[in-house]
């Protein structure tokens, strides 16, 4: 996938998860790096929780909907990062 598609999935993602989840700023948790759409848990926002209370790293509805619609799925990069692979 090019640079310039993902940049505009990157953007569309940002708008759907701050409609759904009150309002908050997506700009600096969503980003594209080498080729890859990612998605940060470093600012505290909903989405993705790798220490959840649920005993598991979680990854919302919302995120995986998204990525499944492309036909493609989320993984964990480290506690603190998830990646959107084919």
């Known amino acids: 996938m090019t640079e310039s ?21 997506y700009s600096e948790a969503i980003y594209v790096r080498n080729g890859y759409l990612k998605f940060s848990t470093e ?22 909907n998204f990525a ?5 799925h989320w993984e964990w990069e480290n506690p603190a990062i998830i990646t959107m692979y084919k």
């Open 68 to 72: 499944e619609k492309l036909g493609m």
């Open 5 to 25: 598609k993902l940049e505009k999935l990157a953007e569309q993602l940002r708008k759907t998860m701050s409609k759904r989840y009150w309002g908050e700023d």
């Open 43 to 64: 600012y505290g926002l909903c989405g993705a929780d790798y220490y959840s209370m649920k005993g598991y790293a979680v990854i919302s509805e919302t995120l995986e």
